[in-house]
């Protein structure tokens, strides 16, 4: 985390640096969060600042993964058109710094006919690019591609770190050849003398794989991966809402538990696993302000999602409609849209005023808990809370409490 000095005038008013309020996108009269903790002040970007565009290239995927959310819904399929991709570029162009693109959604990018042409306009326009992928489409023709065109990050969603593991999940033998297409890039990208893309590994937690997580980061590590990225998983149908590994009613209100950085070893192993699976820590080294708590991972990054037919969400949970597990209790997510790139721009839709009051809101996350609430009705859907929250309640969002999480 970098750190900046900024001074106060003869009136006691904030001076930003130039340099910071261009960076973030900062202007005059604009109204910033300010987070107070126990020893200092977090300042939060403005919602005014588009820093991310999540772009979903198709809604297509080559596997059928017993996890995904594609189980829960009967939506056709379909890829991103040129028209709809262009407006995206526009954005670009209309940027004094151009957001970072993230090729992703709920399909297989790779699938995409057009997706090294799409890359390439972006980085053209200067934006960084990121991208995730199962892998199995990696051949070597893809990995140059990928390499030449100086893709920044390239994640690469693994399930399991043996094949009878991961077949569990992905429904299909693919991960020898994953490896394989993996180590091809690095030797590739060995043989360009570059870094690029960086590589990236995501993994889903569950109870018949989380034996595999000592394996995957070594098997990461191995690989030259330069993050590991665990996520929870969010149960689409009856027979996997058994599987997760979390859930809401930890012992974490009555007392805030701060723990120091500490050495994890034969001494002191067991019992800091029975806190863990105990009680909920606030604070662990140090870190008073990263509480995974009521905080949308998305509004505070700055970022919107395009979904494959150009209609704009706010993140990547709202693209499609669908139905999931919390506990016992089957819950009904409604999509939410600000506007469409068929009909409109990007920008005009993001400085819309019903969608910037809607960040607002998020960012002031004022819902009603419906994480840890079993006793009404209205938590079997998104569209309304007990405090009234139109056009979705964000309060039973599990991404916004910290158990699932997106790169």
């Known amino acids: 985390m970098e750190k900046h000095k900024i001074r106060l005038d003869k009136q006691g008013r904030i001076i930003l640096p130039e340099y910071l309020k261009d960076k973030y996108g900062i202007n005059p009269g604009e109204e910033l969060l300010l987070e107070e903790g126990r020893d200092g002040l977090l300042l939060h970007s403005t919602i005014s600042r588009l820093a991310r565009i999540y772009v979903e290239p198709t809604n297509s995927c080559n596997l059928d993964c017993s996890t995904c959310i594609r189980n829960s819904w009967d939506e056709p399929m379909g890829f991103m058109s040129r028209d709809v991709y262009k407006k995206i570029l526009d954005t670009l ?6 957001p970072e693109v993230f090729f992703g959604g709920f399909g297989e990018p790779l699938s995409h006919p057009d997706l090294p042409e799409m890359i390439y306009e972006a980085k053209r326009r200067g934006a960084a690019v990121e991208l995730i992928s199962n892998g199995i489409l990696l051949d070597e023709k893809m990995a140059r591609s990928l390499i030449e065109l100086d893709l920044d990050r390239l994640w690469i969603s693994i399930d399991g770190a043996d094949p009878s593991s991961y077949e569990d999940v992905r429904l299909g033998n693919e991960l020898p050849g994953i490896i394989e297409n993996i180590k091809r890039l690095n030797s590739l990208k060995f043989s360009h003398n570059g870094p690029k893309p960086e590589l990236g590994i995501t993994f889903v937690a569950m109870k018949q794989n989380i034996k595999d997580l000592p394996a995957m980061i070594k098997l990461s590590y191995d690989l030259g991966a330069v993050s590991f990225h665990v996520s929870n998983l969010l149960p689409h149908s009856s027979d996997m809402k058994d599987e997760i590994l979390y859930t809401a009613d930890r012992e974490s209100r009555q007392c805030s538990i701060i723990f120091p950085r500490m050495d994890v070893n034969s001494e002191n192993r ?5 806190l863990l699976s105990k009680y909920e820590f606030h ?21 919107v999602s395009v979904r494959q037919d150009g209609m704009v969400g706010p993140c990547l949970p709202l693209l499609h409609s669908n139905d999931h597990f919390m506990k016992d209790r089957k819950r009904t997510s409604q999509e939410l849209f600000f506007g469409s790139l068929q009909s409109e721009d990007l920008l005009n839709i993001w400085k819309s005023s019903e969608y910037r009051e809607f960040r607002r809101k998020v960012q002031d996350f004022d819902f009603s808990p419906c994480t840890g609430c079993t006793g009404c009705e209205m938590a079997e859907t998104n569209e309304e809370d007990c405090f009234g929250s139109l056009p979705v309640s964000c309060g039973g969002c599990l991404w916004a409490q910290g158990f699932i999480r997106c790169p």
């Open 283 to 303: 604070e662990i080294g140090g870190d008073e302000f990263n509480n995974p708590r009521n905080n949308c991972s998305f509004i505070k990054r700055g970022s």
């Open 93 to 98: 162009d209309q940027s004094a710094t151009p």
């Open 270 to 274: 067991d019992e800091i696993l029975a």
